[in-house]
């Protein structure tokens, strides 16, 4: 498969980022500040993000890189998509609910395309990864690897959705829409960041949906999707991670999802 050499590779980039994020998870004296958006970045964030950056810079010195932390760099058909803790707010005060994202994204005859995604939670002890035709797997390596299929839930009354939290909806004037999805659904549940796509692509969530996301947040988590059989796009529909808010699912229930949280 021409996206192998890459999946593996990303899978060693996972590996350097957990050994550094781990290194420092619950560390007392973890230095943490506060971005111009508001959002807190540790030390970690940042140490991450420059490890992976810098074995990309050897491994592939000539595709291109984005990150949340230190911004777009190079140009070119192939450009990694990282994000060094996805829930860093978890990840400072000690809940174990975060993850490094990275992504391959390649750009094709219809514009750009997710091609690897990985999504590594060492403090959860799990990891979930995909490349384009190839399917996804959760496990503790490529050799030791389960494949993932999403579920077979046709209705939204016997359907569990995943968020991250109420406010976003406020903050978007969608809170009623979204209060009505909730009421719709057999279950909800806020896990939160990463966490309910990878549970999606694994067939123990059925759908969730965020109103505003950056690509580094949804890069990996829809390749990973989208090879276990479901859906990713955003709450307009768009295929893939590029539309700035998402919705997952099985791919059974899309339409359905999209008509609660993709109204004007």
């Not at 395309?113 to 035709?133: K, T, Y």
Request: hydrophobic residues 40%; proline residues 5%.
């Amino acid at each position: 498969m021409p996206f192998n050499d890459d999946l593996r590779l990303a899978h060693i980039l996972a590996d350097a980022a957990d050994a550094a994020t781990m290194e420092r998870f619950k560390a007392l004296d973890l230095k943490v500040e506060t971005k111009p958006d508001m959002t807190p970045v540790s030390e970690a964030d940042k140490q991450a993000e420059e490890l992976i950056r810098s074995q990309l810079q050897r491994a592939r010195p000539r595709d291109a890189v984005l990150g949340e932390e230190y911004g777009s760099q190079g140009t070119g058909p192939r450009r990694w998509i990282i994000d060094p803790i996805d829930g860093t707010k978890n990840y400072v005060r000690g809940v174990p609910v975060w993850a490094t994202l990275i992504s391959l994204v390649v750009r094709g005859e219809h514009g750009d395309e997710g091609v690897v995604g990985v999504v590594s939670a060492p403090a959860l002890g799990r990891r979930w990864w995909a490349a384009q035709g190839t399917g996804a797997y959760t496990g503790r390596s490529l050799a030791a690897a389960t494949r993932l299929r999403v579920s077979q839930v046709e209705r939204l009354e016997d359907a569990s959705f995943g968020y991250s939290s109420l406010s976003g909806w406020e903050e978007h004037g969608q809170l009623p829409d979204f209060l009505d999805l909730t009421r719709a659904c057999w279950r909800t549940r806020g896990y939160g960041d990463f966490w309910p796509y990878m549970m999606v692509a694994e067939g123990s969530v059925d759908i969730c949906a965020e109103p505003q996301l950056s690509l580094w947040d949804m890069a990996a988590p829809s390749v990973v999707v989208q090879e276990a059989g479901g859906v990713f796009t955003s709450l307009d529909g768009r295929p893939g991670p590029f539309g700035g808010n998402a919705a997952a699912s099985n791919g059974l229930l899309h339409e359905d999802l999209l008509g609660y949280l993709g109204r004007d």
